[in-house]
């Protein structure tokens, strides 16, 4: 068994930082943990990983992950239920996804299992860490980068796999207003859209400012060549219900990361007997539906939020207003599910949950 034959070295703080946090008003990603994990790869292999005290990093200014950014991430959240466990929602997904980010980069992978184990060893260290109150998480940020110090664009020969951990509260206090982006991209057939790499979010800054600039939280973004599909929202995965069925843009095209939150919508969903559909969206579609009346639900789904409800979706200078979040069948249903289950007060149907 990995738990048994995988060594980590662990070296605890003598000064830990838990009693300076305010646990009843916690921001999203600003407050970290007493430790991190760090494991370095040289030589064609991983060298063995230690948890430390959380601290800065030093680095070389030509490290080659900032010029010329092989980087890449994942994002989970870890929960305790009321017997004191652990939680961990389906980390065997966010460990195939990271292999899959590396892969695209040139990157070394990290073995799914062994991924998944050195999120629980980080996690078990820091448990007391992981917040009580309703709607809080400890998040997990599991991260690559690449450390060569040359200048020169080919794959670096070193990288530094590192995970800290923050607690944090609730990402969205209200619904989202997002606008159909027209003319700006996130991501292009054959181009690194399925990866959640780092330079994603740093091209995506400037057009959501733009829309920040019209009112919108939130781009919804469509495809590069047309611009006639839907594709995402922001940093989530897009959901609608129109006409009573739950509809999300298919994952065939590399455009579209392929989120955890979202698969396990569909997933739920389909398991309940609800009518689902996984294809290609227009704009058009959407539009159209909007304007009869015919959208009773809109959503993002992705970890930091789990589900995100859309109030007001811009289009070509109009704004559609959908129906309030409290009537909202599928979308209210599929978060309180979802919601419990990882604090385990929901029965695991689908097996989803990994406690420790
Ligand atoms: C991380 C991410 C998502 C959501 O994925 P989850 O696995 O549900 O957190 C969706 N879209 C983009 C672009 C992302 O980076």
Redesign the pocket.
């Known amino acids: 068994m990995l738990n048994e034959t995988l060594s980590v070295k662990i070296n605890k703080t003598q000064n830990s930082k838990i009693e300076s946090v305010d646990w009843e008003n916690l921001p999203f990603g600003k407050v970290f943990s007493d430790h991190m994990l760090v494991m370095n790869y040289k030589d064609g292999a991983w060298m063995s990983p230690e948890i430390k005290p959380f601290a800065d990093l030093s680095m070389h200014p030509a490290t080659s992950a900032i010029h010329y950014g092989q980087s890449v991430f994942e994002?989970?959240k870890a929960n305790r239920s009321e017997d004191g466990s652990v939680l961990l929602f389906r980390p065997d997904?966010?460990a195939k996804?990271f292999v899959e980010s590396c892969e695209r980069m040139c990157m070394p992978t990290i073995d799914e299992d062994v991924f998944t184990e050195l999120v629980k060893r980080l996690v078990d260290v820091d448990r007391d860490w992981i917040p009580e109150k309703d709607g809080y998480s400890l998040y997990i940020r599991p991260f690559m980068f690449a450390t060569d110090d040359f200048i020169g664009i080919k794959p670096s020969d070193t990288y530094t796999f590192m995970i800290f951990t923050c607690p944090v509260g609730v990402y969205y206090s209200n619904p989202v207003n997002v606008k159909i982006e027209e003319f700006y991209t996130?991501a292009s057939q054959g181009g690194v859209?399925r990866a959640?790499t780092a330079g994603?979010?740093g091209a995506s800054l400037y057009p959501a400012k733009k829309g920040n600039e019209e009112g919108f939280h939130q781009l919804i973004w469509t495809d590069g060549v047309e611009h006639k599909y839907i594709e995402?929202s922001?940093?989530?995965?897009i959901m609608f219900v129109v006409d009573g069925k739950l509809i999300t843009p298919s994952e065939d095209s590399d455009t579209?990361?392929?989120?955890?939150?979202?698969?396990?919508v569909v997933e739920i969903t389909q398991h309940w007997g609800l009518d689902v559909e996984e294809r290609k969206i227009t704009v058009e579609e959407i539009v159209t539906a909007l304007k009869e009346g015919r959208v009773s639900e809109a959503f993002g789904?992705?970890?930091?939020a789990t589900i995100a409800p859309i109030a007001k979706i811009g289009f070509r200078g109009d704004v559609y207003e959908l129906p309030a979040v409290e009537t909202r069948e599928v979308s209210n249903r599929v978060s309180e599910y979802l919601t419990n289950l990882k604090l385990g007060k929901a029965e695991d149907e689908m097996n989803w949950l990994v406690t420790f």
């Not at 922001?234 to 995965?237: C, E, F, I, S, V």
């Not at 789904?301 to 930091?304: I, K, L, V």
């Open positions: 994002g989970m997904m966010n996804r996130r859209g959640k994603n979010y995402e922001g940093t989530m995965n579209i990361l392929k989120g955890v939150t979202k698969r396990s789904a992705g970890t930091a």
